[in-house]
Every structure is written in structure tokens, then in C-alpha cells.
């Protein structure tokens, strides 16, 4: 199974792009890479996913770098209410029916006004 | 939109009690999820299902019991509470597909005294 490095902590000033880096280097070929965030003990809330190819939705990008041993969630204009606690996650299995996610720690991005 | 609706938010238990956390979806998905999330730590898998009539084990099944009777519903069972059970517990739901993302409530925190 693969597993997810990410930093403790970020600080980020509101209004600027929060850059949020994964490490991911045992990751297989047919992994995707999810992001989650959880803000103040909610449940997490799905924020995009990828393979191979960066990704774009209403919420943020994901990079993923060529060789797929690390990813970047960009979030373009952080406001006060992305304060969170942001998970990189790899599937443990890509069969449909054994679909597990192995959450780690996360980071924790605070948005400074 | 209701999509996962947990309940109770909150509960305190004494050892040796049981109880019952609901988790009703909206959406029509399969595949559901239980999981717990003890202080500072990511989320750990107790308990998943792929459709009516179907359960398996996750990472953490031990004290806990779940039934999938209706694809809307998939309770979680505490026989005997014990202290090492307080945690918050994520019932989760997706659709069919590879790359489908999960869903999640709310939460239940829950505290064995």
C-alpha cells in the first residue's frame, strides 16, 4: 500500500495561491491520488482527485509530477474559510469492491488575513 | 441536499452499554463506509460495504458489528462499550467506478466513560 508524506503545518496570506506538496514515491501505476479537506472536526469534504494528468475543478488544481512520486494542490485564491486540515491520500487498491483509503495526518494550512 | 446523515451527533456511553450510530445516504450509492478518527490522528476503516446484504472487515473491526438491510442505511453496533471506543466515527458513501470519490457525514462523537 502506498503511503503519503505531507508537511505538519502551512501558513498561507489570504488571497494568495496555498501550494500544498504530497509525497507519494511507492505509489503503483493504476493509484490515484485523492485530496480531501476536514475544517474544524466536520467531515472531510472530497476536493479533487487524479491519475496521471493534472487536474482542474471549481475548488483547485492538482499537479502531479511525471514520474507520480509527488503532487501539488494549489488552491488559486485562499480565502479565511479554506482553513483546514488537508489530506493526500493514495488508494490502497484499485479493484472496485477492496476501495480503501489510507488517511495519514494531513496538513494543516492556516489562511493569515 | 441531505446526501450522508448521520445520527446522533454526540453521545456519551458507559462501559459495557451498547448502542447503535445510524448512517442513512440519499444518493443511491453502493458502496458505503464507517471509519473513526481519534484526536490528531487521519481517519482508520472499520467497516465497509458494496451493496444490500454485503459487509467486510476494514483496518479496525474489532467491538463494532454493521448490517446493510437497504442500500439507504448502514448502521454501526457497539456491543459492549469500552474507553478505547471514544472517537469520532465518519460514515461515508460513493457511487460505482474506479475513481469515485466518497461522501461523508458529519459525524458521531462519541465518549465511553
Known amino acids: 500500500d502506498a503511503k503519503t508524506t505531507q508537511p505538519p503545518s502551512m501558513d498561507c496570506a489570504e488571497g494568495r495561491a496555498a501550494n500544498l506538496p504530497c509525497n507519494h514515491s511507492t505509489i503503483s501505476g493504476n493509484e490515484y491520488v485523492y485530496w480531501y479537506r476536514q475544517i474544524h472536526s466536520q467531515g472531510p469534504q472530497y476536493i479533487i482527485h487524479?491519475?496521471?494528468?493534472?487536474e482542474t475543478n471549481e475548488m483547485a488544481s492538482l499537479i502531479i509530477t511525471e514520474d507520480r512520486k509527488s503532487s501539488t494542490l494549489i488552491l488559486p485564491h485562499a480565502t479565511l474559510r479554506d482553513t483546514a486540515v488537508y489530506y493526500c491520500?493514495?488508494?490502497?487498491?484499485?479493484?472496485?469492491?477492496?476501495?480503501?483509503?489510507?488517511w495519514g495526518a494531513g496538513t494543516k494550512l492556516i489562511i493569515k488575513p | 441536499n441531505a446526501g450522508v446523515t448521520q445520527t446522533p451527533k454526540f453521545r456519551i456511553l458507559k462501559i459495557g452499554q451498547s448502542m447503535t450510530l445510524q448512517c442513512t445516504q440519499d444518493m443511491n450509492h453502493n458502496y458505503m463506509y464507517w471509519y473513526r478518527q481519534d484526536p490528531g490522528m487521519g481517519l482508520k476503516l472499520i467497516y465497509y460495504s458494496v451493496g444490500a446484504g454485503i459487509t467486510d472487515k476494514g483496518e479496525v473491526p474489532n467491538g463494532y458489528n454493521v448490517s446493510r438491510s437497504t442500500t439507504e442505511d448502514f448502521p454501526l453496533r457497539l456491543e459492549l462499550a469500552a474507553p478505547s471506543q471514544t472517537s469520532v466515527y465518519f460514515c461515508?458513501?460513493?457511487?460505482?467506478?474506479?475513481?469515485?470519490?466518497?461522501?461523508f457525514g458529519d459525524g458521531t462523537r462519541l465518549s465511553i466513560l
Open positions: 491520500i493514495v488508494r490502497a487498491s484499485f479493484t472496485d469492491s477492496n476501495y480503501q483509503l489510507i
Open positions: 487524479g491519475l496521471k494528468n493534472n
Open positions: 461515508a458513501s460513493r457511487s460505482p467506478g474506479q475513481s469515485q470519490p466518497q461522501h
